[in-house]
């Protein structure tokens, strides 16, 4: 087919003026749109209503015009959910109007209503979400067609893909560039084979057949989620095939993404679960994807010639020729796989029949190794990534594995491997990148050097050296055909290089003979020895070679084209097959046998299964960069603690009525980093039962009842802290400020009644303070305690003005209080520029309390007061807690101890939470949405505000990019009395490197459209 493009109308911005007021009665400012057939004009009146005046291509009969017509009203009519252009009628009430252009020639135009939104083209980021929405529009908009018939709906259109492959051809010369012309060719070949054999049985309809990035709207909603809003443009509508619809839209969508299937996936699985398609019409979903963009290149070199100056005619050109590029390398076989599974289907269409003849055929195969996989001799090795067998990263270190897999031993199958996080591993997706880590076979692990058999009759379908650290080594693979309709492959990769020499393609290998010998460290890729088998239905367009794991996303596809292969080998499903709870099935157990209000951290809840310094993995492999988790103080994991607490546990754990020299120890090294009043340590395993036991200490030293605690404070979760913390009594569920309990305002520059520059800041605060002392006075009352974190955490991150802290201290002792500095979350060295949060105040606590961190998480937590107030406390009431600081505990806190010192934490963090102050501070002048940023060390705040003038808080933006950088590999959290708070608290061997990725992400993310 030519393509019969006839440029468009000569119409001026003037022209349009005149017209829009003497045709429609409509006046207002006008703004030439950008077109591919018409002109398009935008006239905005007086009342800032818009509307989209189109100049109708000469080319068209007045039914192709009333087809376009009829489309739009009948789209508007049916669903309220999206929104379409609405034709409007002239002066006379006809939806086509006529004027004049300057040449005086007769132009037909129509007005249509305005949709506001942003071209899906523009907008970002393009989530897994919003391509579902795509998906799901264009299946409503296929199903509100099927009843829907006009005279002109089957014209000769050269956008109709039934026309495609003549339009290509009779075209493709005029691409001058032959490269480019051959991948137009190979793709040629592609669809015609995908297309011939089932053409004649795919459904046709009316179709909207033009769901391109520069024709769907979308816009944010209030949480941020992409939300399409409608579409425009329904001038290449045409009566074609159904598939085409999903088609268009795959082929466009797929533009500008490193892993553009995944895209067409989650288009075609929303499509399919509103309009379902055929088998026959998966089958040339891919096809006809490809096509689109074959004419898409084609037409746009045609049409350049044409109307050189109308860069709209080549907008999707460049883009198109570069996912031709990526498309090029995938399998259609593959692709078709991966349609299939979108729609809920098998993946690979003959696994089912497969895997029944095998398991018919279980034990009649000959053994591929001499050895009965079966007994207790041989184990099971679990190398998965939440393996308790591999701790310490040995992971890293192929000799310390192969001393704990050992022989002869048994490799998983659909196992989310450890070992397979390296970046060699990783791939480049959408909106994060993925590592390849589910293994797709079994792992025998025998000696180097023995005997591998073919489990049943079989053409060699390749041999190949795989040569390159953890790459297969020498690798064979068979074809098998057994029966008529059995046809399959089996791997055997890291065998020793005779394999080379002994086999070639195309020898026939019988059942029981010897392929070749598993290899050595030197020539298997570098692994420990073994055999990796492995199962395929299908080779797809590889040779000599084939995946042997794959990423999560993918994980089901590839395992139905590699089932499991334990039958072949005559192996029991559960010795051979991984098995874990899903993250659904744990979120489930948790909803029959938790409390409700046991909270999980994202939309999406992480099944996180190990930790490693500044590090968390999920189930599956997928590595996440912690930015938030301050109770793992020197890392996740960290080999220094965790070498101490088994060590300790080995040899005794028992409670503090002993001699053990653990816990003197470890109250001297506290005390020694403490000013010289505070000198006696108390014991417990937990902040909150440190602060709890502070608050004894005040009333039994004072004899006062009366606290007084600062807004926003959160100091644990007995009923005496939570009376004393205002983030929970003053919150949902809370009961409001207890009687004995007095509650000063937060000490936040930014947000609170003194703003940051005014003069004597910290002591008009702490003034506040004496204010709640005066009101105990008054009610003839006794205080008994301050009580405040040294730096306000779950309040917003908020770092108390100079003077603050030593102004209410002074306040509260000359009421006979004590002044309670928690330390539990700032403390032992966060804050940077000192060891303890309340030093950076220049005051001296009369008691301390450490939570956590101080033992990286294991259950320890401390008191540190005078003697003069451990005296009073001393009643004749023994103070006994079990646990606190047994000894096992105390090994923790002294490892941690160590290792601050040994690694010069303290220093990193002053140097790198630094860095990312200032750069945070740096995104203030860039994006309107940071309103403060606040912090030492690695004690940092980042508010966001709707409006700089109002401060009204942006909670919603906030948890958005909590959510986005936990796409990208990237955790943080939210705080705040608001919510609206960026919480950066992260373990402190947190790196330069790790702050530099995390501002960079950072930064990307404040430039998602939903910020615009």
Known sequence: ?????????????????????????????????????????????????????????????????????????????????????????DQNGSLIGYTHNSDNEKIRIRLLTFVDGIFLADYYPHSSYLMGQLGRFLGKVTQSFSDFTHPAMERKLFWDMKNGIGLIREHVDEINDSKREDIVHHFLSIIENALLPVQDDLRTGVIYNDANDHNILVKSDANGKGAIVGAIDVGDSVHSWLVAEPAVACAYAMLNKPDPLATAREITCSYHNTFPLTEEEISVLFALSCLRSCMTVTIAAHQKSLEPENAYLSVSEASAWQLLGMLKIISPEFAHFSFRHACGLEPSPSTTHLVQW???????????????????????????????????????????????????????????????TFDQFRTVGNNSDEWRTIHLGIDIFLRAGSSIFSPLVGVVHSVKDNEGNLDYGPTVILKHSPEEKV??????????????KSLKKGDTVLAGSQIGQIGNESENGGWSPHLHFQVMTNCLNYSGDFPGVTKPSERNIWLSISPDPSPLLAIENDKAVAREESPEEISD????????????????????????????FDHEGRKYLDGVNNVPHVGHSHPKVVEAIQKQTAVLNTNTRYLHENITRLAER????????????????????????????????????????????????LISLIDVSPYKFDGLGGKGLADHVEMVPMPDGYRGEYKYKEP????????????????????????????????????????????????????????????????????????????WGFETQAVVPDIVTLGKPMGNGHPIAAVVTTPEIATSFNTGMEYFNTYGGNPVSCSAALAVLDVLHEEKLQENAAVVGKFLIARLKSFQEEFPIIGDVRGSGFFIGVELVKNRDSLEPAPEHASYVTERMKEQGILISTDGIRHNVLKIRPPMVFTQRNAELLVSTMNDVLQDSFFQ
């Open 1 to 89: 087919m030519k393509i019969d493009r006839h440029p468009r109308p000569t119409f001026s911005v003037e022209d349009a003026n005149r017209a829009a007021d003497t045709v429609f009665g409509i006046k207002g400012e006008v703004l030439e749109l950008a077109g591919e057939r018409d002109r398009n004009f935008l006239i905005t009146n007086q009342k800032n209503e818009k509307y989209v005046l189109k100049v109708c291509n000469p080319a068209d009969s007045d039914d192709v015009i009333d087809f376009q017509n009829q489309l739009l009203s009948h789209l508007s009519s049916i669903n309220n959910q999206w929104q379409w252009p609405l034709p409007l009628p």
């Open 589 to 616: 157990s948790r909803h029959c046998h938790l409390g409700p209000m046991l909270s999980l951290s994202y939309q999406t809840p992480l099944k996180i299964v190990r930790g490693w310094l500044q590090y968390l």
């Open 358 to 420: 095998i398991n018919e055929h279980k034990g009649q195969f000959s053994k591929v190794v001499n050895l009965d996989l079966n007994t207790s001799q041989v184990r099971t090795v679990d190398l998965s990534v939440g393996s308790l067998d591999l701790t310490n990263g040995v992971w890293k270190n192929m000799e310390a594995l192969t001393e704990i897999i050992g022989t002869p031993a048994l490799g998983r199958y659909d196992e989310p491997r450890m070992i397979y």
């Open 760 to 835: 004597n800041l910290g002591e008009r605060y702490a003034d506040k303070v004496e204010d709640a002392v005066n009101k105990i006075k008054n009610k003839s009352e006794k205080l008994s305690a301050f009580i405040s974190e040294s730096m306000i955490s779950s309040g917003g991150l908020v770092i108390p003005p100079e003077n603050y802290l030593a102004t209410a201290y002074e306040h509260v002792r000359k009421a006979g209080g004590v002044c309670i500095a928690d330390e539990v979350v700032v403390g032992f060295g966060r804050v940077g520029s000192h060891f």
């Open 670 to 717: 506290i005390t020694d980093t403490l000013p010289e009043t505070l000198s006696v340590c108390f014991f417990v395993n937990s902040g909150s039962e440190a602060n709890d036991l502070a608050l004894r200490m005040a009333h039994a030293h004072t004899g006062g009842e009366n606290v007084i605690t600062v807004e926003g404070g959160y100091h644990g979760h």
């Open 487 to 500: 046809h399959f492959f089996t791997l055997y990769g890291h065998l020793s290089r005779d394999v080379i």
